[in-house]
């Protein structure tokens, strides 16, 4: 066995089938794969001299993955859009205004910042939500900051976009940006729509078709309000995911953002396609979109559909933390159910094993396994906050921790984030050009972010 590049020490939380945690454990890093997990003496006696990160304080986990992620210009208007607007409102007057007038370099430095941010938070693996000019941009910020993603152009038919275009246009941008982006590499390409009901049914079903005929997901969104229920039984007579199961739309190739709003049948759907659903629950609470009146996402999981966890926007979630999530669904899960049906350990589950299966990742990250990429977070417990520690590490995790603890972050075997620090790219100069372009972005979309009380 050859010299490995890194040892990690810790208590290792393996997320194998049998949810392994290793006391006083070791992962053995190689060539960006994991070659070895078990106790660290043996680790360290099978590589002696291999440097090492992590400690006896330390917990490390698999990379957190955030199943939708909006990486372009939001970031830019970070928390300034106010709270007391609709949806609509929100998305008509201030993101679409916003993206209309974005360039290629504010798309990169949004995603590059929010990479870093997300990163040092332990997301290791960001699905975006759809960059609508600039995807190429977005894929330059995602190998800058060293993590793993998928990209995605924005594609709609729809009157009144930005970027919207007619169907076959549509496929044929889907088309090149997937041949350009395969699977396999840190980034990839998805075939991405807009959704709601801002697609016709001719483009909904060839981005099915293309999704399938190039082995790549499709995503978009659907059904955060009851909007688009309103507008598919207007239209076709029948509610959304039982409309595009009809189409052939559905099915293991597609992962579907949001369906907060959908009934029993909408569920059946899910569970029978075997289709997959993206949960952002601050985005739900933050934009008051009603998720607690069902909570059809935990009867998903219920029934043993696929489901993962997002962050969403800066404006609809805010923290790009993926713990911070995961705690939220398992206490708004709690609250619904009761304390038996689901809590830390399932939450956690959504955003490292079932997460990655949720985006057809499992093969290559998820867990802490021989023969997995190296995606790999080290988080610290030695503050007070950890004291004492518990003997149950990831009901501690989840319930008490949060991104703020994260100390190391390898990606595909790389250091991307050393003591608290990207190590990739300069965080500090992102944050002084974000504060420049932030205002000049703002003008030219002729928004006024201000606060909502006086400033002296």
């Known amino acids: 066995m050859g010299q490995a590049d890194w040892v990690i020490t810790g208590d290792i939380v393996t997320m194998d089938a049998d949810r392994t945690?290793?006391?006083?454990?070791?992962?053995?890093?190689?060539?960006?794969?994991?070659?070895?997990?078990?106790?660290?003496?043996?680790?360290?006696?099978?590589?002696?001299?291999?440097?090492?990160?992590?400690?006896?304080?330390?917990l490390v986990v698999p990379g957190f993955v955030n199943a939708h992620q909006h990486l372009t210009a939001d970031r830019l208007v970070a928390s300034a859009i106010p709270d007391h607007l609709s949806s609509?409102?929100?998305?008509?007057?201030?993101?679409v205004p916003v993206h209309s007038h974005v360039t290629g370099d504010d798309d990169e430095?949004?995603?590059?910042?929010?990479?870093?941010?997300?990163?040092?938070?332990?997301?290791?693996?960001?699905?975006?939500?759809?960059?609508?000019?600039?995807?190429?941009?977005?894929?330059?910020?995602?190998?800058?900051?060293?993590?793993?993603?998928?990209?995605?152009?924005?594609?709609?038919?729809a009157d009144g976009l930005p970027q919207s275009a007619p169907a076959d246009e549509v496929i044929g941008a889907q088309r090149d940006l997937v041949e350009c982006y395969p699977p396999g590499g840190l980034v990839e390409a998805s075939v991405t729509l807009v959704g709601h009901d801002l697609m016709t049914d001719e483009l909904a079903t060839a981005a099915a078709d293309l999704a399938r005929s190039t082995g790549r997901r499709l995503t978009f969104h659907l059904s955060p309000t009851p909007d688009d229920v309103a507008r598919y039984q207007e239209r076709t007579g029948r509610r959304p995911l039982v409309h595009l199961e009809q189409l052939g739309v559905l099915g293991p190739h597609a992962l579907v953002a949001h369906a907060v709003h959908i009934d029993e049948a909408e569920v059946d759907v899910l569970v029978r396609t075997r289709s997959a659903v993206a949960s952002c629950p601050w985005a739900y609470l933050r934009l008051g979109q009603g998720i607690t009146e069902r909570f059809a996402h935990l009867e998903l999981w219920q029934r043993g559909g696929r489901l993962a966890l997002g962050c969403d926007t800066e404006n609809a979630g805010d923290a790009v933390d993926g713990l911070r999530a995961a705690a939220l669904f398992a206490g708004l899960a709690k609250d619904v159910t009761g304390p038996a049906t689901f809590g830390a350990h399932q939450a956690f589950e959504l955003l490292t094993i079932a997460g990655a299966?949720?985006?057809?990742?499992?093969?290559?990250?998820?867990?802490?396994?021989?023969?997995?990429?190296?995606?790999?977070?080290?988080?610290?417990?030695?503050?007070?906050?950890?004291?004492?520690?518990?003997?149950?590490?990831?009901?501690?995790?989840?319930?008490?921790?949060?991104?703020?603890?994260?100390?190391?972050?390898?990606?595909?075997?790389?250091?991307?984030?050393?003591?608290?620090?990207?190590?990739?790219?300069?965080?500090?100069?992102?944050?002084?050009?974000?504060?420049?372009a932030a205002p000049r972005l703002a003008r030219r979309a002729g928004i006024q972010p201000r606060s909502l009380w006086p400033r002296r």
């Open 357 to 436: 299966e949720a985006v057809g990742m499992d093969d290559r990250i998820g867990s802490l396994e021989v023969g997995k990429a190296a995606d790999i977070v080290i988080i610290d417990r030695s503050g007070p906050g950890w004291q004492p520690p518990s003997p149950d590490p990831v009901l501690q995790l989840v319930w008490a921790g949060g991104g703020r603890s994260v100390t190391d972050v390898l990606v595909d075997g790389e250091l991307v984030v050393a003591d608290g620090r990207c190590t990739t790219v300069d965080a500090d100069a992102l944050a002084t050009e974000a504060r420049r």
């Open 109 to 157: 430095l949004a995603a590059t910042l929010g990479l870093v941010d997300a990163v040092t938070n332990g997301i290791t693996t960001t699905v975006d939500a759809g960059t609508v000019a600039h995807p190429d941009r977005v894929a330059t910020a995602m190998t800058a900051v060293g993590v793993r993603g998928a990209i995605g152009r924005w594609g709609s038919d």
């Open 21 to 58: 945690i290793i006391g006083d454990g070791a992962v053995a890093v190689t060539g960006g794969e994991i070659t070895a997990v078990g106790k660290a003496a043996d680790i360290r006696r099978q590589h002696p001299g291999a440097p090492e990160r992590g400690s006896a304080d330390s």
């Open 88 to 95: 609509g409102e929100a998305i008509f007057e201030w993101i």
